[in-house]
């Protein structure tokens, strides 16, 4: 049985590109993926707790609400 690459090689060029690319999109399926950028549009809406709340209590209060993100880079 030949290996791949040999396959590969009997192709015509267009082909070969087209097989690396292929393989190039498959391994980027099984990337992780880090989700969608963060949106910002939302900077005040919490100003009426501000008094409440300290940052440090925030960002207590927010680990592990979106496991994983951390792990994106």
Known sequence: ???LE???NELPPEHRQEVEDFVE???EKR???CGKRLR???GGALKEYRQ???SVELQKAGV???PGLAQCG
């Open 64 to 66: 592990g609400v979106a």
């Open 52 to 54: 409440q709340y300290t």
């Open 31 to 33: 990337r992780p993926k």
């Open 40 to 42: 910002q549009d939302w």
């Open 6 to 8: 040999e396959r590969m």
């Open 1 to 3: 049985m030949k290996t």
């Open 25 to 27: 999109f498959l391994l």
